[in-house]
């Protein structure tokens, strides 16, 4: 590390744009890209309505609030002109002659996360109370009968009708008293949506906003133009069916797609400036994967988050919210999904139907809405992309880098251990990496007992679930071993081969069988053992000079195993 890091303060979990370009007392400015440009192409842009899609903490409130302090000419009463001297902006003198020109309504909700309707109407209830008072000095133009609805929200006494319509209304009293119709950025309009899905009020919610959404989008004469952003583009609920010129812009599309999260080229300008020597391929490994238009991008959160910590590598942004949705989603389902996640998990790909626009009363039931939500929301990545004749969007899915791996992981892990707790189930790995393998089948006992339904035993091909099963249980590995499942070794194919990155320790061979009568377990749990033997699963471990060697032939029948192994 050099002496240039002193010069820069580390901006995590800054969203304001005047505070990401203020310098500090003792001289210092925040470590920063410039993403000014796309306040000239917003403005270009011919649509009335903009919706632009991306996954939390990809920089979309910071977008945002670079807008409202171009648009208009102060912000909580500090001119706002000088913040654009010196960026790349400046240089475009037809987009800054609009500089300051504009009135803007600017309400974010991403911090509407309450747990039950009231809460949530009263949280927004209250946004909106505040954009009313910042703009208070409309008092005198409103009539008898505005100014009373208008002070009703002020005092958190309006109806539910009129804080459904504050927005159209406001845009109205601004337009009326500035002469020119305002921009309005709503910030995270899906977050409600999204938080009444979890928390079991889904359809008042989607009412309320449908409502709110409709009167200030439709129709609306009172505004220059409307840029939303959010995760998804909710469909079912119809927020914006009947809105005239809109566009959305997803992972999918090009336009917009250099303005959220980090380029390369960007990635290393950060490292170069803040003095960190960049680890360039952990780094790509760890936080780059995502495709937008074409373009691969890094997870801006946790690019800062790891300058912040010293170019530590974690998992940042997985850890910075919460993840209750997106695993819900995985282990909830059965296990055909869990099988696909599986694949994911090896580092496969999966070909799956996407949908723009989200159905959230659908997840249950489409499967298309369940892959939909964890692309948009960055939890996959979409490697390549087809029309079909229908006009479905074909994905071809992936991870799209290993932070998002360990995520899973954690997931899976938390879903086999079920109530005992990580600790129990890293034990249980524990036992047999060091071959303490009673102990290892009672806990595989345990968890088949206690986690899987019957629905998810009793399957026509349940060789592959168990199969399934037990790479599950050991992807947590992959750190410290390499897990390798039907590959070709000897004579035949094995079912899965566990290979320590350290040849002095264990490797593991593992052949699953499964039997209809419980009876049979044993003698089958044998012949599994003697075709790991037989077949000479070992080769490909001798080759690698690898000779502390667990066989194990497991035999399944519904909800009941048998192990038998031979440790070389």
């Known amino acids: 590390m050099n002496d240039r890091v002193a010069e820069y303060l580390m901006p995590v979990g800054i969203s304001d744009f005047r505070m990401l370009q203020t310098i500090s007392p003792k001289g210092k400015r925040y470590l920063s890209i410039d993403k000014s440009e796309f306040i000239g192409e917003i403005m270009e842009d011919g649509s009335q309505v903009i919706l632009i899609t991306r996954p939390r903490r990809f920089g979309k409130t910071l977008a945002l609030s670079m807008l409202r302090y ?99 209304n406001l845009s109205m009293y601004l337009t009326r008293f500035h002469g020119v119709e305002p921009y309005l950025l709503i910030d995270e309009y899906d977050t409600p949506i999204q938080t009444a899905y979890k928390n079991d009020y889904y359809q008042d919610m989607t009412s309320f906003v449908l409502a709110m959404f409709g009167s200030c989008l439709k129709d609306n004469i009172y505004i220059t133009k409307a840029i939303l952003t959010g995760i998804t583009r909710v469909a079912k609920e119809s927020l914006f069916s009947g809105v005239n010129n809109f566009e959305l812009y997803t992972l999918f599309d090009d336009k917009y797609r250099q303005y959220f999260g980090f380029t390369e080229d960007e990635v290393n300008d950060l490292f170069a400036r803040s003095g960190i020597k960049l680890k360039s391929e952990e780094i790509k490994d760890w936080y780059n994967g995502y495709q937008c238009g074409g373009l691969l991008i890094y997870n801006p959160w946790s690019i800062i988050k790891c300058l912040n910590k010293k170019g530590t590598i974690a998992s940042h942004w997985v850890n910075s919210s919460d993840n209750k949705l997106a695993t819900d989603l995985i282990l909830r389902e059965g296990y055909e999904i869990k099988e696909k996640f599986q694949l994911l998990l090896e580092q496969g790909e999966i070909t799956e139907i996407i949908d723009d ?21 960055g939890y996959l990545k979409a490697t390549k992309i087809v029309t079909d004749s229908f006009g479905s969007k074909i994905c071809t899915l992936s991870l799209p880098n290993k932070e998002v791996l360990y995520f899973y992981c954690q997931a899976i892990q938390e879903w086999l251990a079920n109530d005992k707790g990580i600790s129990w189930y890293r034990n249980c790995l524990q036992d047999l990496l060091d071959a303490k393998l009673e102990s290892f089948e009672e806990n595989l006992q345990t968890i088949l007992l206690e986690t899987f339904a019957f629905a998810d ?36 194919f094995y079912d899965v081969l566990i290979i320590p990155k350290n040849k002095l320790q264990r490797a593991i061979i593992l052949e699953f069988k499964a039997v209809e009568n419980k009876k049979d377990l044993e003698k089958t749990a044998q012949k599994a053992l003697e075709q790991i033997q037989n077949r000479k699963y070992h080769i490909e471990l001798k080759q690698r000079d690898i000779t502390n060697i667990v066989s194990i032939g497991i035999a399944f029948s519904s909800k009941h195993l048998k192990m038998y192994h031979n440790i070389n």
């Open 70 to 168: 171009f648009l208009a000419d102060k912000v909580g009463g500090k001119e706002t002109a000088e913040l654009f001297t010196n960026l790349t902006i400046a240089k475009d003198t037809k987009v800054m002659a609009y500089q300051g020109k504009y009135p803007v309504i600017f309400i974010s909700f991403k911090e509407i996360k309450d747990n039950n309707f009231k809460a949530a109407k009263t949280r927004i209830a209250d946004d909106i109370r505040l954009l009313y008072e910042e703009f208070s000095y409309l008092a005198p133009s409103l009539s008898k009968s505005e100014a009373k609805i208008y002070q009703s929200i002020l005092d958190r006494e309006s109806n539910d009708e009129d804080l459904q319509r504050s927005l159209a």
């Open 357 to 377: 626009n989200l159905v959230y009363g659908s997840l249950k039931e489409n499967r298309a809405s369940v892959w939909s939500l964890l692309l948009m929301s």
């Open 457 to 492: 035993v009793n399957r026509k091909n349940q060789e592959n679930f168990y199969h399934g099963f037990v790479l599950g249980l050991i992807v947590s590995l992959r750190e410290t071993h390499e897990i390798k499942s039907n590959r070709e070794s000897g004579l035949g």
